[in-house]
């Protein structure tokens, strides 16, 4: 059974006070910065994508109180500043969502601190525009949208953060290109593309030109994604689910040859091949 409005709050609360807690009394809480908490906040928040990978409902909900820990850690920081709190950053993030959710709220909401009940005829009438029906268009007006806010970003790409890792930092660049008309019309076109940049690094490779052979690589790696997203894949689970089923794979070839008291080093490549297509064969994909 799941909690009522007044438990969630109830929980809300004590977490709260538990962190405030230990800010005061624990030495590990008393010491630490933004600066030292955030190697921590990237390795609570992979582990979660971890969990969430393999569908562990326990193991999400663990791993997002320990994201969530850490959300309100930063806010607690904030507020010793009198620079925020986490009241701040809840009222900042719902003027936000509803600002850039005109369809279904009135402006008006932007700052109130009272929801617009779901019976009231603005909120009603903002449902019933036809102007925004599906997350597509939700999607090209958000982009347009956070351009216009005071706070908001400054250009279509300067969203999207530097830090991101590689892949997923070419998919969200193509995708936000994409929420402004800048995309493919017809999705099939993308192969030739794809095509002409596997032309082009197999070219440099050839050519034994490390340099170019690696700009050449970036560029055909950026169209595989871009293909990717036109056809609705993401590329960084897609290879997740593969670096996950190579790891079981060889996690058997290994296992195997050790029961045939022959270690990986001392194998020929025919035997670990014969190895892992038995791997193949034996475990689900």
Same mark, same amino acid.
Not at 65 to 79: N, P, Q, R
Not at 210 to 218: I, Y
């Given at each position: 059974?799941?909690? $009522? ?8 609360? *004590? ?7 230990? =800010? ?6 008393? @010491? ?12 609570? !928040? ?7 990978? @393999?569908?562990? $409902?326990?193991?999400? #909900? ?21 620079? %925020? ?6 009222? !900042? ?14 402006? +008006? ?12 005829? =603005?909120? /009603? ?43 997923? @930092? ?17 999705? *099939? ?17 050839? @050519?034994?030109?490390?340099?170019? +052979? ?8 950026? #169209?595989?994604?871009? &293909? &990717? ?8 689970? &897609?290879?997740?689910? !593969?670096? /996950?089923?190579?790891?079981?794979? %060889? ?27 038995? &791997? ?6």
């Amino acid at each position: 059974m799941m909690h $009522t409005r007044e438990e969630k709050l109830e929980a809300f609360g *004590r977490l709260l006070d538990v962190l405030d807690q230990l =800010r005061e009394k624990c030495p590990w809480d008393k @010491k630490q910065t933004n600066e030292s908490l955030r190697p921590n906040t990237i390795e609570e !928040t992979f582990e979660l994508c971890d969990a969430l990978m @393999k569908n562990d $409902t326990k193991g999400i #909900s663990k791993e997002l109180g320990d994201v969530l820990m850490h959300v309100l850690f930063y806010a607690k920081i904030g507020s010793e500043t009198d620079d %925020f709190d986490i009241a701040d950053v809840c009222n !900042t993030q719902a003027d936000k969502l509803i600002f850039r959710h005109p369809h279904i709220y009135d402006p +008006s909401q932007v700052g109130q601190k009272e929801p617009l009940p779901l019976d009231d005829p =603005r909120f /009603q009438e903002k449902v019933e525009r036809p102007d925004v029906k599906t997350a597509e268009q939700v999607l090209q007006n958000w982009e347009q949208i956070k351009l216009k806010e005071k706070d908001g970003n400054k250009s279509v790409l300067s969203g999207v953060p530097d830090a991101l890792p590689s892949l997923i @930092k070419a998919y969200r660049i193509q995708d936000k290109a994409r929420n402004v008309g800048f995309d493919w019309q017809d999705r *099939r076109d993308v192969w030739k593309k794809v095509r002409e940049e596997l032309d082009e690094l197999e070219v440099e490779l050839n @050519k034994e030109d490390k340099e170019r +052979s690696t700009n050449e690589l970036g560029d055909f790696l950026f #169209s595989v994604i871009n &293909a &990717a997203r036109l056809y609705k894949l993401n590329p960084d689970n &897609a290879l997740e689910r !593969t670096n /996950q089923k190579f790891i079981h794979r %060889f996690n058997y070839v290994e296992e195997h040859s050790i029961k045939m008291g022959k270690p990986l080093t001392e194998m020929t490549l025919e035997e670990m091949d014969a190895l892992w297509e038995e &791997a193949k064969r034996s475990l689900t994909p």
